[in-house]
């Protein structure tokens, strides 16, 4: 029997004896992780280390406060921890101050409302429909209906955000925050700009990096650090750490930042998670990683302009980053039936709305997929060629479950000289 990288073998052997039913549902996560090509572009492998800190007995202690001052005893080694965490990321980054303990990026967006605003306050962010995330004001979050929320979008000729749009807007509305990020941005973000903008109507800037803090940790994506107020992060994306979040700032903005975060919105930081993201800092300061984020970008365009030929409808023709989003009209299927079927056919990615997308969020023209998890399993621009062909066989014969299996047995094999971080099975 072989074991998961991150579980100590006596512990996968007492996981499996006391809930043999969770045991196996593990177990067959991990096989699937193993023998699929991972798209979705907010999701990745962690390293077997990273998994052994989020696994371990860290998760027991509870450390609300920060540093030398928490409300608990017997933080001996939960501040090293954290401390280490702190400076890494700082480090990393060249960031004035960190906040290592939002549970996650929702919660780091939602303490930069708490450290800077008062309900009703104007907040503006790109709109969900054209890549922005529920969190920077969308109506259903309870960013869009605690605040009042303008939303920006993309220009309707070239589908990448109109500075010229955003400064018209903020000026117009004066917002208190100003968002720049998103989830389904395939081109490179000009936070210089956004930053001037804010600075021209007197706004915080928060450039939200969720998706690309790993490749702007690596130099393969422009830093906002120079020119944001705050930078909002998840951990688990192309950062490969554990899921989680963190907040870094300018010092003046520190105590605003710390405070909102504990005591204003969180209890204790989950200090197996804060180990987990220290180490992935650690990872994401080498050599080796610098170039896994270049060979993101470079896997993405290869992925990209395969796709350009085949005839998809890739959004701007291209992608900057990891992110490839395509209107799948073109190719007569839509959106949510290519994703199921490159589903079964062993390619796991996510239908999407395109901008101006004619139709339903449940049921849109497009798909988006990333590039982080299979350049994590080390592959490159021959394996991108491979996989637009089998994407553009599955698309273009959506009910062929044949043709679907027949592939999914070429990817197990491919996936086998691929082996992924963290799953030794
Ligand atoms: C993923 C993401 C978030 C939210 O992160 P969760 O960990 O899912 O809460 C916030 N902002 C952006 C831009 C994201 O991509």
Same mark, same amino acid.
């Given at each position: 029997?072989?074991?998961?990288?991150?579980?100590?073998?006596?512990?996968?052997?007492?996981?499996?004896?006391?809930?043999?039913?969770?045991?196996?549902?593990?177990?067959?996560?991990?096989?699937?992780?193993?023998?699929?090509?991972?798209?979705?572009?907010?999701?990745?492998?962690?390293?077997?280390?990273?998994?052994?800190?989020?696994?371990?007995?860290?998760?027991?202690?509870?450390?609300?406060?920060?540093?030398?001052?928490?409300?608990?005893?017997?933080?001996?080694?939960?501040?090293?921890?954290?401390?280490?965490?702190?400076?890494?990321?700082?480090?990393?980054?060249?960031?004035?101050?960190?906040?290592?303990?939002?549970?996650?990026?929702?919660?780091?967006?939602? *303490?930069?409302?708490?450290?800077?605003?008062?309900?009703? #306050?104007?907040?503006?962010?790109? +709109? !969900?429909? =054209?890549? %922005?995330?529920?969190?920077?004001?969308?109506?259903?979050?309870?960013?869009?209906?605690?605040?009042?929320?303008?939303?920006?979008?993309?220009?309707?000729?070239?589908?990448?955000?109109?500075?010229?749009?955003?400064?018209?807007?903020?000026?117009?509305?004066?917002?208190?925050?100003?968002?720049?990020?998103?989830?389904?941005?395939?081109?490179?973000?000009?936070?210089?700009?956004?930053?001037?903008? *804010?600075?021209?109507?007197?706004?915080?800037?928060?450039? #939200?990096?969720?998706?690309?803090? +790993? !490749?702007? =940790?690596? %130099?393969?994506?422009?830093?906002?650090?120079?020119?944001?107020?705050?930078?909002?992060?998840?951990?688990?994306?192309?950062?490969?750490?554990?899921?989680?979040?963190?907040?870094?700032?300018?010092?003046?903005?520190?105590?605003?930042i710390d405070r909102a975060v504990f005591p204003g919105l969180q209890g204790g930081p989950h200090n197996h998670t804060t180990a987990g993201i220290a180490i992935a800092l650690k990872e994401a300061a080498t050599a080796e990683f610098k170039t896994y984020a270049h060979q993101i970008v470079a896997n993405s365009r290869a992925? =990209?302009?395969?796709?350009?030929?085949?005839?998809?409808?890739?959004?701007?023709?291209?992608?900057?980053?990891?992110?490839?989003?395509?209107?799948?009209?073109?190719?007569?299927?839509?959106?949510?039936?290519?994703?199921?079927?490159?589903?079964?056919?062993?390619?796991?990615?996510?239908?999407?709305?395109?901008?101006?997308?004619?139709?339903?969020?449940?049921?849109?023209?497009?798909?988006?997929?990333?590039?982080?998890?299979?350049?994590?399993?080390?592959?490159?621009?021959?394996?991108?060629?491979?996989?637009?062909?089998?994407?553009?066989?599955?698309?273009?014969?959506?009910?062929?479950?044949?043709?679907?299996?027949?592939?999914?047995?070429?990817?197990?094999?491919?996936?086998?000289?691929?082996?992924?971080?963290?799953?030794?099975?």
């Open positions: 029997m072989r074991y998961n990288a991150g579980m100590h073998p006596a512990l996968q052997a007492t996981l499996a004896a006391v809930d043999p039913e969770i045991a196996e549902l593990i177990a067959s996560e991990e096989r699937r992780q193993r023998d699929k090509i991972r798209l979705i572009a907010s999701e990745n492998y962690v390293s077997g280390a990273v998994l052994a800190a989020t696994g371990s007995i860290l998760t027991n202690k509870y450390s609300e406060g920060y540093p030398g001052k928490r409300y608990y005893e017997g933080q001996q080694y939960i501040d090293q921890i954290e401390q280490i965490c702190i400076d890494r990321a700082k480090g990393l980054f060249g960031a004035e101050h960190a906040n290592v303990q939002p549970y996650s990026g929702s919660p780091a967006n939602l *303490a930069v409302y708490f450290a800077f605003l008062k309900p009703g #306050d104007t907040v503006m962010g790109l +709109g !969900l429909p =054209a890549g %922005g995330h529920l969190t920077h004001g969308w109506p259903v979050s309870i960013t869009g209906s605690y605040f009042r929320a303008v939303q920006y979008g993309v220009r309707k000729d070239t589908h990448r955000i109109d500075l010229d749009e955003v400064r018209e807007l903020a000026h117009k509305e004066k917002p208190k925050l100003l968002f720049a990020g998103g989830t389904a941005i395939p081109r490179t973000i000009d936070f210089a700009a956004f930053g001037e903008i *804010a600075r021209e109507v007197g706004a915080v800037f928060v450039a #939200d990096i969720a998706h690309i803090a +790993g !490749l702007v =940790a690596a %130099g393969a994506h422009p830093s906002p650090v120079p020119y944001a107020d705050v930078v909002s992060t998840t951990t688990h994306k192309t950062l490969r750490g554990p899921r989680g979040g963190m907040l870094m700032c300018k010092a003046t903005h520190q105590k605003a992925l =990209a302009a395969a796709l350009v030929e085949k005839g998809w409808g890739v959004i701007t023709g291209g992608s900057d980053n990891h992110l490839i989003l395509a209107d799948m009209t073109p190719k007569n299927v839509t959106g949510k039936i290519a994703a199921k079927a490159l589903d079964v056919a062993g390619m796991e990615l996510n239908y999407n709305s395109i901008p101006f997308d004619p139709r339903k969020p449940f049921d849109p023209s497009g798909v988006r997929l990333g590039t982080a998890s299979v350049t994590s399993r080390g592959m490159r621009e021959p394996e991108m060629k491979q996989i637009a062909s089998w994407m553009d066989q599955v698309a273009s014969a959506p009910a062929d479950v044949g043709l679907q299996e027949k592939i999914a047995g070429e990817i197990r094999e491919l996936c086998a000289k691929f082996p992924a971080p963290g799953i030794l099975i």
